[in-house]
């Protein structure tokens, strides 16, 4: 655990201080971390895709998040703008969830969704759902946005299989104007279908051959309908999937053998997607420092899907491996924990993490009201419309993969502490940015708070020759890691109440800070308790 250093506190949140922040290096005896940054890429991860900073909606709130013809949603849009500035690319959104495998397209219902929940199966999202025609006016309202659209598996009788064969005839239309097509999804986390809490739709004895015999089935019944509807979405190049979208590595299905199975047969899918959520809202024993602001769990969670990415690499070896939907705490995350500037941090984590070791693009999941949700979309029962902690970690991420003028991105991981972590991006093949994270849990409420400055953990960062000598600080800061408000990204808040999600810069957060490189190439962050630091670098 880094040691606690009583320094800066309030100083890194006030621009007045943060001028005063030593310009030369100072050569602390005892870094908390001390590593050296390699000049090359080599032994990074491997090259990101362009919107690595992605996400997935719930299928059933897309209307929210996207809003329509008539009522566009600009507030999303902003945010996404934001993302895009940042990285180069406008996220993707992939479209789906548990939802997906619930909806039935009617051509007659005047809404675009029309839902019915029920409590005890999820009391955040409908069981019954109904979307129409109206539905579709969502993927039409953001400029430069790319979709992956889910359809339903789960629902195989031949009246929903109706209904899927004319939603797809609907979806190529829209998804076939103007770039917006990414890929097809069929079937949302079918490695639960034997056992989940949401509602039993496969038999026991349903395995991973059935699996794949009903996933060609209903993708040969789609690539027909599209086929007539929008005959130039039909062609190889274009007819293109991202699956199996498991929930797991180690579920009732076995992802290895699925594609074993010949789930690639017919070479129409182009994302190997895998899903994970680090623990559960409501298991036992869940907490902000033991649980998001733990760097070794994050790790273990990841390390099945490294497995199974190198396992099925041999064999598909020109398939990226992403994550279609991801998030911190399944169940739509809890309060106190997902929804706050420690998750944010989480997020970055998981986000920098998952790029070292081989994942490709990150598609945190969304909803309306869900707990770990970067954004409130429209104002509902469950919330006021509003920028939330999580996005912040989502813009520190994206600025990090960077706009790639130089080339793809790459990611290294340089230190790996329970709470402080350090990586290091590259642009093509030069080294662009290093980010240091501290994970230690600072309250910025209550009575430690007003007792104790802030701690902070000191990052030694050993730069490769012939690096500027000065290099330009970017921090991801909040008054504390409990803070679910107040978060800002290089001194610039994204809220709604500011400019309705438009990038404004605050006055009580640090920006344009510089930090020395030393004779010796290091150079020294502090970076507070619950907070991250970027270093853009000129080497
Ligand atoms: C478009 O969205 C507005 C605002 O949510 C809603 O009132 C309207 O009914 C929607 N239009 C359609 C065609 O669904
Ligand atoms: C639908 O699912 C059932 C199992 O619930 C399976 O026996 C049947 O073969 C499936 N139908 C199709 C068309 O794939
Ligand atoms: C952090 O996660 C690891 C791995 O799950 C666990 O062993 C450790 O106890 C956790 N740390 C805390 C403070 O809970
Ligand atoms: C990868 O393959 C090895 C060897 O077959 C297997 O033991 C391991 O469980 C696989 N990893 C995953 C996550 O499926
Ligand atoms: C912060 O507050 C939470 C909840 O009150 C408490 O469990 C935790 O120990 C506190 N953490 C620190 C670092 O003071
Ligand atoms: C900075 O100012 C914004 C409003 O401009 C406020 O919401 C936020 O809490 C302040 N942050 C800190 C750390 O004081």
Redesign the pocket.
């Known amino acids: 655990m880094p040691l606690a250093r009583s320094i800066v506190s309030a100083a890194l949140l006030g621009s007045s201080v943060a001028r005063a922040l030593p310009h030369e290096p100072r050569h602390t005896e005892s870094p908390d971390v001390q590593v050296s940054c390699p000049s090359t890429p080599d032994g990074a991860g491997p090259e990101l895709l362009d919107a690595f900073v992605s996400y997935s909606v719930e299928l059933a709130f897309w209307p929210d998040f996207g809003g329509n013809l008539s009522h566009p949603n600009t507030f999303s849009n902003n945010l996404l703008d934001n993302l895009g500035e940042l990285q180069g690319t406008k996220p993707h959104i992939r479209v789906g969830g548990n939802t997906q495998d619930y909806a039935i397209y009617d051509p007659d219902l005047p809404t675009a969704t029309k839902g019915i929940v029920v409590p005890s199966r999820s009391p955040d999202y409908p069981y019954y759902l109904t979307i129409g025609p109206s539905f579709f006016e969502s993927y039409q309202t953001f400029p430069s946005v790319k979709y992956a659209h889910g359809f339903n598996l789960a629902k195989n009788g031949s009246a929903a299989r109706r209904s899927l064969v004319e939603s797809a005839k609907v979806a190529c239309k829209v998804l076939g104007e103007d770039d917006r097509f990414l890929l097809w999804e069929l079937g949302n986390e079918p490695d639960l279908y034997k056992t989940s809490a949401q509602g039993i739709k496969r038999p026991a004895d349903w395995d991973e051959e059935d699996y794949v015999r009903e996933w060609k089935d209903g993708t040969a019944a789609i690539r027909d309908a599209i086929a007539e509807a929008c005959p130039e979405m039909a062609s190889d190049a274009r007819y293109k999937y991202m699956a199996p979208s498991f929930a797991g590595?180690?579920n009732s299905l076995?992802?290895?053998e699925v594609w074993a199975d010949g789930l690639d047969g017919r070479r129409d899918i182009a994302w190997i997607s895998q899903h994970n959520y680090i623990d559960g809202a409501t298991q036992p024993g869940v907490t902000l420092q033991g649980t998001l602001m733990n760097h070794t769990r994050t790790a273990s969670s990841v390390t099945?899907?490294v497995?199974?990415a190198?396992?099925l690499s041999a064999a598909h070896p020109a398939l990226p491996f992403v994550l279609g939907e991801t998030n911190s705490l399944y169940n739509q995350g809890a309060p106190g924990l997902s929804d706050s500037f420690g998750a944010a941090l989480w997020g970055l984590d998981f986000r920098l993490h998952s790029a070292a070791r081989g994942v490709a693009a990150v598609h945190m999941h969304q909803g309306t009201g869900y707990r770990y949700a970067a954004w409130q979309p429209v104002a509902t029962a469950t919330g006021r419309r509003r920028t939330r902690a999580p996005y912040y970690g989502d813009a520190a991420a994206a600025a990090m993969v960077g706009a790639r003028a130089r080339g793809p991105a790459r990611v290294r991981e340089l230190a790996a502490a329970e709470r402080a972590v350090a990586y290091a991006a590259y642009e093509g093949a030069g080294l662009a940015r290093l980010m240091a994270i501290s994970l230690d849990a600072y309250n910025g409420t209550g009575a430690a708070a007003e007792a104790a400055a802030r701690p902070a953990a000191t990052f030694a960062l050993g730069l490769p020759e012939g690096c500027a000598r000065e290099a330009r600080v970017a921090r991801l800061m909040a008054g504390g890691s409990d803070a679910v408000a107040g978060v800002t990204w290089d001194g610039v808040s994204f809220d709604w109440e500011l400019d309705e999600g438009r990038p404004v810069v605050v006055g009580n957060a640090t920006r344009d800070e510089r930090v020395a490189v030393g004779e010796d190439g290091v150079m020294v962050l502090e970076v507070p308790h619950s907070s991250a630091a970027m270093v853009r670098v000129d080497c």
């Open positions: 590595t180690s076995d992802p290895n099945p899907l497995s199974l190198r396992n």
